[in-house]
């Protein structure tokens, strides 16, 4: 790792039901709106697991099972005039309650359920664009 470059550590959840898949909208570093999967920072101590259905559950309002993990993606991005160097894990996941309600209302600017080729078309990102390779085979 590079002088000053910054290691952060994620976790996230891709939900999968009835076929559909669970996206977020957030606004990117740069203020552009995207449709993603949740995921979020691990807090001190807390496994990527606990991360993962936490940040879920905070961003979608949807209580999930982690019932596989996917993959880990590592990526590198500038924030704040530093680099950062990224590393999240991925987990699949199925619903097993909640409101779908964000408690983080102020970060989420929309949740949709999607099938495989909405899905593939709402995401931008290439780590998503990856998760969706893995399991576009389960989408309607």
Do not use: Q
């Not at 550590?9 to 898949?21: H, L, P």
């Not at 570093?29 to 606990?50: I, M, Q, Y």
């Not at 949740?111 to 989408?139: H, M, N, Q, V």
């Amino acid at each position: 790792m590079a002088p000053g470059t910054k290691k952060e550590f994620s976790a996230g959840g891709v939900v999968i039901e009835n076929g559909r898949t669970l996206l977020i909208r957030m606004r990117t570093l740069a203020g552009r709106l995207v449709w993603t999967f949740p995921k979020g920072h691990l807090e001190p101590g807390e496994t990527a697991e606990a991360a993962a259905l936490r940040e879920v559950l905070e961003e979608t309002g949807c209580a999930c099972r982690i019932t596989g993990a996917l993959m880990t993606a590592h990526y590198g991005f500038t924030r704040a005039g530093g680099h950062v160097d990224k590393e999240v894990s991925w987990y699949l996941m199925e619903r097993s309650g909640g409101d779908r309600e964000p408690s983080t209302p102020d970060e989420i600017f929309g949740i949709k359920w999607c099938g495989g080729a909405e899905t593939a078309a709402s995401l931008t990102y290439p780590s998503d664009l990856e998760l969706f390779e893995l399991i576009k085979s389960r989408l309607v």
